[in-house]
């Protein structure tokens, strides 16, 4: 395949961003996840700290905001004005993301990026899954906390995951239709992972 995108979401410890690094140098093209955020507060101007804040977290509906418009004094005021903050760091994001794509092949890890490239013919769509207890032991391992709270941090995390990605496409997180390849994780390392997404995007040539 010509161009090459890999979106890798993922749930919380299922090793995605160790998965995108080692792809990336396996297969030599660009890797971008907390890339991203650099990206974003240079486009928005925005501090990268607030970037990060809004990273991945819905805030409020699109939706609405994009019908209701505002009006003061009887002067029209653009649209952005009034967006929530997460709304414009997901539209600059996702514009973003599009430039990447059309620029180079290339993976990108999370921010719904499968679903603002949907329309790629050279799009392959991965999620990564595990079982909560491995995933729970990994977290602890690399933050140094109980089981308890990596497994706490775990459900949280994929929860948000799911509300933000629900919120900005509409469709269910994790869902197997939404995606090429879905990989557990449970009994492989992120080389593995790697290795099995390089294997699927080669046959395809």
């Not at 997901?90 to 180079?104: P, T, V, W």
């Amino acid at each position: 395949m010509a161009n090459t995108v890999i979106t890798i979401a993922r749930q919380y410890g299922a090793s995605g961003r160790f998965t995108g690094e080692i792809l990336s140098e396996m297969m030599g093209i660009p890797y971008y996840d907390r890339e991203l955020i650099t990206m974003t507060a240079a486009k928005s101007g925005f501090d990268e700290g607030i970037v990060e804040t809004y990273d991945e977290k819905a805030q409020s509906s699109l939706l609405y905001t994009l019908a209701v418009g505002s009006v003061d004094y009887g002067t029209p005021v653009p649209l952005a004005y009034h967006m929530p903050m997460s709304d414009k760091l997901y539209i600059m994001q996702s514009n973003i993301i599009r430039e990447l794509a059309e620029k180079s092949p290339c993976i990108i890890v999370g921010r719904c990026a499968d679903h603002v490239l949907h329309e790629n013919d050279n799009l392959v769509a991965v999620f990564l899954k595990a079982d909560l207890p491995v995933r729970a032991e990994r977290i602890a391992e690399r933050h140094n906390i109980s089981l308890s709270e990596a497994q706490d941090m775990c459900v949280k995390t994929d929860r948000r995951r799911a509300s933000y990605y629900s919120h900005y496409t509409g469709q269910k997180w994790g869902r197997a239709d939404l995606y090429d390849l879905i990989i557990d994780t449970t009994k492989i390392d992120a080389k593995g992972a790697a290795l099995v997404i390089k294997q699927y995007v080669e046959s395809l040539r």
